[in-house]
Structures are given as structure tokens and as C-alpha cells.
């Protein structure tokens, strides 16, 4: 919660990439599948990447279940400093490669960081159970997975979806009630419109005005810290899929105010582990997008 997929993507080189793999699923594949067979449909589809990227995807569900879950309740500040690291290291490298630093860049880094901060400062509105917004929920959610710095979560937290739409799901799962299963449906139609649209955006994006959309994507990393520092308090809570309760609106507040154990030390060393992780990172990173 409150670290974007699109963040860790960008962190560990891959963000082009994974635009242009999600770009290459086309009706289009039908030819190529009939002129070329499997084999050109895998290389289309970038399918060893795409094959490595989903085994990691499986052991990080696998980790999150048990050890991301257990560190997150047991020492919460140090799990934050180490996101809160690599973001502040990530911030520094992606604003490293845009090429040329003029006014243009300069504002679409301050527009990107207000932006992101004040999403992550917005109060939540009400939900709605309407089809049209269920839809929009799914649409806004993935596009959100896939930005640098704005979780595709906690944007479903302000919408006032987040509970509605995942206790759906899960009912769809168990019941197959027509009810449920159509908010999965249509929730699920929403974030595939969202992915094909966006990805074909962000794509053009980067090959037409990369440097203005580097600047905007390290502004939003850059507004996101304020959602994962180290040090909150809970001001309310909020029942989960599981039926448990966590935390929902937080104060960001120095160690001494903290309510829990702060862990000091610890928080500084988290952060530096996380700020030379992308240092080593960006050695590896000599990756381009292939169109």
C-alpha cells in the first residue's frame, strides 16, 4: 500500500519495457500467430520477459502474504524507510536522464510532485455503486498501477471503491452471485480499457516529449513520499477484505511524537539499504523501449 508497481518498475529499469510488452497485446497478434506461429507471437509479445516478469510477480504475492505482512505489523517504520529510500534514490536517478533541464521540465516536475502530494493529502469521498462508476473505478485504478509514485489502491481508497470493490470480488469468488460477478466484470473491463488506452499514451509520451514526461513521472515519485514516510500516526481505520481492521487516514509526525516504537537506528539504516539498492540497480539498467 501507498508504493505504486509503476514506482518499483521504474527503479529497476524496466518501466519501457513492460509499456511496450503491454502494448504489443493487438488484435494484430491474430496474423502474426497465422503467418509466423507461436513462436512470433512469443517474440511480439516480448514473451521471455514477460514470462520472468510473472514468476517474480508470483513469489512477491507470496512474499507480501507472509513477509511483507508480518515486517509491516511487527516494525512498520523500518518497512517505510526502506520504501521511503528507494524512492528518494529513484527520484535522483530518473530526473537523471532527462537530457536537457529547462523551464518546460521544470514545471512539469513542480506540477507532478503538487499533484501526487495532494493525493495523497485528499480526503475520501463517497463511494458509488453505480455501473458507470464501477467501470471509471477500474479504468482510474490500473492507470494509476502504472504511474510512477500514485498507487492504484489508494486512489480506489478515495473514491470511496476500495471496500466495496474488492468485497465484490471476493464475493464473486465464493458466491458466483450474478450481483457480484458483475461488479468484477465490469471492474475488469474498466482496467483493460485503462491499460490498452494508457500504455499506447505513455508510449507516445516517452517517444515524442521524453524529458517532459520523465519530469512529471519524478515529480510524482518525489510528491508520493509524503504517503510512505517513516513515522505515522493513525487518525482512522478501515476493514479490510479479510475483516480486519487497519489503517486508513494517518498524520505524518517526527520519532519523538510516534506513537509506536520508533526504531531509529533502525529507520537510517532501512533507508541507506534502500538508496544503494538503486544505486547497484541503475549499473544493470541499459534498457530501452523496442517498438
Known sequence: P???G????????????????????????????????????????????????????????????????????????????????LIISSVVYVGSKITV????????????????????VATPAQGSQ???????SGFIAITALILPGISGSFMLLL????????????EALKTQAWEHL???????????????????????LFKYYRDLTL?????????SLNKIWPWRNVLSTRVNRKGVEVPFLEENVMPDAYFGEPFVFGVIISMIIGILIVLVLSKFDKQTIEE
Open 2 to 4: 501507498g508504493v505504486s
Open 6 to 85: 509503476g514506482t518499483i518498475a521504474f527503479i529497476t529499469g524496466i518501466y519501457e519495457k513492460l509499456l511496450a510488452t503491454i502494448k504489443a497485446f493487438h488484435p494484430s497478434l491474430v496474423g502474426t500467430f497465422r503467418s509466423d506461429g507461436i513462436s512470433g507471437v512469443w517474440k511480439k509479445i516480448n514473451g521471455t520477459f514477460l514470462f520472468f516478469l510473472l514468476i517474480g510477480m508470483g513469489i512477491g504475492l507470496g512474499g507480501g502474504a507472509f513477509v511483507i505482512t508480518y515486517l509491516l505489523e511487527t516494525y512498520p517504520p523500518i518497512v517505510w524507510s526502506f520504501f521511503f529510500g
Open 101 to 120: 533541464w529547462s523551464w518546460k521540465e521544470i514545471v512539469f516536475l513542480i506540477l507532478g510532485t503538487a499533484l501526487a502530494f495532494f493525493i495523497t
Open 130 to 136: 453505480s455501473t458507470f462508476m464501477i467501470f471509471i
Open 159 to 170: 473514491m470511496g471503491m476500495y471496500t466495496f470493490i474488492l468485497g465484490s470480488v471476493k
Open 182 to 204: 458483475k461488479v468484477f466484470v465490469v471492474f475488469g473491463c474498466g482496467a483493460v480499457l485503462g491499460l490498452v488506452i494508457f500504455s499506447r499514451v505513455l508510449t507516445w
Open 215 to 223: 519530469a512529471i513521472l519524478t515529480g510524482f515519485m518525489l510528491g
